[in-house]
Nanobody
Framework: QVHLVESGGGLVQAGGSLRLSCTVS????????MGWFRQAPGKEREFVAA????????YYADSVKDRFTISRDNAENTVYLQMNSLKPEDTAVYYC???????????????????WGQGTQVTVSS
């Protein structure tokens, strides 16, 4: 069993920054990476960013590339999502997720992930 807890969401003005954290506990050795997804009201959940433990490869949605950075702190079992130059369209509930067997071909697909956090709200005002 893997347990994930997100934190760091909040209200920020357009152009501002936030850093989300996702702390993982439990059988973390059974996972192969972590992803961040988001869901805005009335919209489908969408991929934001992911990182694989092997080699540290990172992946981003085109909409956040060059603005968001995913990173990990092994000692703290925590993955971060640094979000800069935030836009009102970034407003959503952000979820971290982890699973086994993540690779470049499936990290953008939500059903590749087996464990999810509870979500944290990010609101960007214009």
């Amino acid at each position: 069993q893997v347990h994930l807890v997100e934190s760091g969401g909040g209200l920020v003005q357009a152009g501002g920054s936030l850093r989300l954290s996702c702390t993982v506990s439990g059988r973390t050795f059974s996972t192969s990476g972590m992803g961040w997804f988001r869901q805005a009201p009335g919209k489908e959940r969408e991929f934001v960013a992911a990182i694989r433990w092997s080699g540290g490869s990172t992946y981003y949605a085109d909409s956040v590339k060059d603005r968001f950075t995913i990173s990990r702190d092994n000692a703290e079992n925590t993955v971060y999502l640094q979000m800069n130059s935030l836009k009102p369209e970034d407003t959503a509930v952000y979820y971290c997720a982890t699973g086994r067997g993540l690779w470049a071909g499936n990290v953008r697909v939500d059903n590749a992930y087996s464990s999810w956090g509870q979500g944290t709200q990010v609101t960007v005002s214009s």
